[in-house]
């Protein structure tokens, strides 16, 4: 099995177990890439995934190399109705209980949803300031305020910040403008490899270079 483990500090650590990422555009050594995303929070009991990625059959393929067990995944977040974020969800198990954008209700413990609905309907998930994103439709900077607002600094961003066809000059002040809201950034997926490079330069250390395979502790 291949894991890169990547060091946090100790606080981290306590709050967040594991972040795996399942889906991606990107993927490790032995990993399955594909457009889309999906990532797995596994705190102390069972796990809560967030998005599908683009199909069940890569989904899977991730999902057994690192070891998840999908009976144990007890929610799952859908952060917008687009297929390369529900396309997995054949694969889920019938127990797991699925919520789209505005369906959540706060039933689990420390577990929050950001709602936006312009450009259309899209949620970011936060757990213990550990915040994941779709594919950050209704702007990267805006939902990263909301956060911040609502919960202060956040620890971690991880996911779709949708900067693909975004210029340079106009991305490196959007990572200007993230640091103020979150101490490490692993963008993912649509953010794209130039947004990816531009975002490594303006968060040095506390960049996590995260594709299917990875597994932030
Ligand atoms: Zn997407
Ligand atoms: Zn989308």
Redesign the pocket.
């Known amino acids: 099995m291949v894991e890169v483990h990547l060091t946090v500090d100790a606080e981290t650590i306590d709050v967040l177990m594991k972040l795996k990422i399942l889906y991606d555009n990107e993927a490790l050594p032995g990993f399955k890439a594909g457009w889309g995303f999906s990532a797995l929070l596994c705190p102390n009991d069972g796990a809560i995934l967030f998005d599908t990625g683009g199909d069940a059959v890569r989904l899977d393929f991730n999902a057994r190399k690192l070891g998840v067990n999908k009976s144990k995944i007890k929610a799952c977040f859908i952060?917008?109705r687009?297929a390369?974020?529900t396309g997995g969800l054949e694969w889920l198990d019938d127990k797991t209980e699925v919520f789209f954008p505005g369906e959540y209700n706060q039933s689990f413990d420390e577990i929050e949803t950001l709602y936006f609905t312009e450009p259309f309907e899209?949620q970011a998930l936060i757990y213990k300031k550990i915040m994941l994103i779709?594919?950050s439709?209704p702007g990267i900077v805006r939902i990263a305020r909301v956060a911040f607002e609502r919960f202060g600094k956040l620890k971690l961003i991880a996911g779709?910040m949708?900067l693909f066809g975004t210029p340079e000059y106009r991305i490196e002040s959007i990572a200007m403008e993230l640091r103020k809201f979150t101490d490490k950034i692993a963008p993912c997926h649509?953010t794209g490899e130039k947004g990816k490079r531009i975002f490594q330069n303006v968060f040095g250390s506390r960049f996590i270079d995260a594709k299917a395979g990875t597994v932030i502790f």
């Open positions: 952060s917008h687009h390369d974020h899209e779709g594919c439709h779709g949708h649509c």
